[in-house]
Each structure stands twice: as structure tokens, then as C-alpha cells.
């Protein structure tokens, strides 16, 4: 079955540096990848996501890229705030939406 | 719009009582869902998905279960509670390819 690898699994930035976060997959036939920020105490909300034909997404400071050759796509979030402090989870899922594997989470702190 | 409510909120149970969490889904048909638990500071683990009434697909075996009585109502349950049974348990509905969470249920089981 597929496994999704996610690294680091803490990250502190300082406010206004760029924070890149990492997931691998296994399963080739994976096609969407959606990336989820996970505020304390709350469910997990979808940020930002993208396809199997596309190699980066970007919706203003958040921007994705994918390599399906390496098996590898990444979470780049820029001017980074407070505010983005959160843990963000990568996941993969094979027929668009199916069922869904998840990253271990990435603890993400921004530093004022 | 859609929305996904759960309840209740929050759960403080003794070992070996009886469980029900309930998620239910507004604004959308015959949408998958799905029951995930999360361990504290651990990832999101599948549990249960659905893609319609009475459809449920177990991914791990456990003492859980879950039924879906009707279309946007899914109801996740156990007989006994284990200690390891204590979590963050998060229902998802899906629409399109999207999955969209609900706000979540914190058990504690003592």
C-alpha cells in the first residue's frame, strides 16, 4: 500500500523567512496531493492541493510543487507570520480523492 | 454549502463503557466519509470509510465500529473502551476530490 513520509517533523523559522516542507510517496499511482494545516485543537483544513499533471500550484504565499519521477512533492509557504504557526500534514490518495494516506505532520513554528 | 458538524466536543470515559461519537454532514448527497483517530502529536490514521447508508470499510482492526444509519449521518461506536482507545477522532466527508474535516471529538478514556 502506499506510505507518505513528511520531514521534517519540526521546523522554526523566523518571521518573514520562507518555510519548505517535504513528502515522499510510494505508490506511483498516486495522483492528488493535498497539503492540511492543523491549528490546536481543531480539524485539520485544507490549504492547498494539487494534481498529478501539474507541477506546482500556488495560491499567494503558499506554493506547491510536485516530482511524480522522484516521488516527491513539497509545501513552500513564504513571508511566513505567526499566524501560519500550525502542523501541517501532507497526504496522497490515488483516483482524485479516494482514500487518503497521510504524512506524519510537521510542526511548524514561526518565530516573531 | 457543505458543512460537517460532530459531536460531542470533548469525552471523559472510564475503561470498558460503551462509546458513541456522531458526525453528520449538511448541504451535500450520498458523500464518502470517513473516521480518522489521531494519537497526540501523531498523524491522522484511517479507521472507517463509507460511500454510502449501510457501506462501511474498516481499515484496522480494533475494538471500533462504525454504521451509517442514514445518508449524511455517520456514527462511529465501541462496546468497551481501552485505555489506547484515547484520541482525537476526526470525521471527513468528501466532495469532488477534496476531503474536508469535521471540527473533531477529544476522548479520553481513564
Known amino acids: 500500500g502506499e506510505n507518505v513520509e513528511q520531514h521534517p517533523s519540526t521546523l522554526s523559522v523566523q518571521e518573514g523567512d520562507s518555510a519548505v516542507i517535504k513528502c515522499t510517496y510510494s505508490d506511483s499511482a498516486s495522483n492528488y496531493f493535498p497539503w492540511y494545516k492543523q491549528e490546536l485543537g481543531k480539524g485539520p483544513q485544507l490549504i492547498i492541493d494539487i494534481r498529478s499533471n501539474v507541477g506546482e500550484k500556488k495560491d499567494q504565499r503558499i506554493a506547491v510543487t510536485l516530482n511524480k519521477t522522484a516521488k516527491h512533492f513539497s509545501l513552500h509557504i513564504t513571508e511566513?507570520?505567526?499566524?501560519?504557526?500550525?502542523?501541517?500534514?501532507?497526504?496522497?490518495?490515488?483516483?482524485?480523492?479516494?482514500?487518503?494516506?497521510?504524512?506524519?505532520?510537521?510542526?511548524?513554528?514561526v518565530l516573531p | 454549502s457543505q458543512t460537517i458538524h460532530q459531536w460531542p466536543a470533548t469525552l471523559v470515559q472510564p475503561v470498558g463503557s460503551p462509546l458513541s461519537l456522531e458526525c453528520t454532514v449538511e448541504g451535500t448527497s450520498n458523500p464518502n466519509l470517513y473516521w480518522y483517530r489521531q494519537a497526540a502529536g501523531r498523524g491522522l490514521q484511517l479507521?472507517?470509510?463509507?460511500?454510502?447508508?449501510?457501506?462501511?470499510?474498516?481499515?484496522?482492526?480494533?475494538?471500533?465500529?462504525?454504521?451509517?444509519?442514514?445518508?449524511?449521518?455517520?456514527?462511529?461506536?465501541?462496546?468497551?473502551?481501552?485505555?489506547?482507545?484515547?484520541?482525537?477522532?476526526?470525521?471527513?466527508?468528501?466532495?469532488?476530490?477534496?476531503?474536508y474535516f469535521g471540527p473533531g471529538t477529544r476522548l479520553t478514556v481513564t
Open chain 1, 80 to 109: 511566513t507570520q505567526p499566524e501560519d504557526s500550525a502542523v501541517y500534514f501532507c497526504a496522497a490518495s490515488k483516483n482524485y480523492g479516494q482514500n487518503f494516506v497521510f504524512g506524519p505532520g510537521t510542526r511548524l513554528s
Open chain 2, 47 to 99: 479507521l472507517f470509510y463509507s460511500v454510502g447508508i449501510g457501506q462501511i470499510s474498516s481499515e484496522v482492526p480494533q475494538n471500533l465500529s462504525a454504521s451509517r444509519p442514514q445518508d449524511r449521518q455517520f456514527i462511529l461506536s465501541s462496546k468497551k473502551l481501552l485505555l489506547s482507545d484515547s484520541g482525537f477522532y476526526l470525521c471527513a466527508y468528501l466532495r469532488a476530490h477534496e476531503q
